[in-house]
């Protein structure tokens, strides 16, 4: 497969090369998305005028619970997404301060 053409269908593979491909391909569009989540981070860090404003957990709850509510949707382990959206949600707290200091420094 070229790096032109696009993967395979994930029920049209049918060799670990196909899948592979696909998996790289999903990679490399979740990585793309998570430049965009980070984009909003910097959005917020810039928006918010307490630095007490960055951690709010009621919204991260709320955001782990659409998360959730989505994956069991979709037909795949809500925990397991829970659990990795716990860690983007941290990671993206501790980006957050960093870039809200930053912008007042």
Known sequence: MSSTDSPKNPGNCTTMVDVR???DAVD???VDL??????YMDAAARVKTER???RDEARKQ???ANVKDAAR???IPAEVVG???EL???ASIAYELEKWDANRA
Not at 34 to 39: E, M, P, S
């Open 21 to 23: 491909a696909g998996v």
């Open 28 to 30: 490399a569009q979740l």
């Open 34 to 39: 998570l430049a965009q989540r980070f984009a």
């Open 52 to 54: 007490t404003a960055v």
């Open 62 to 64: 709320q955001v782990l």
């Open 73 to 75: 949707n979709a037909g």
């Open 83 to 85: 659990d990795l959206w």
């Open 88 to 90: 983007l949600v941290e």
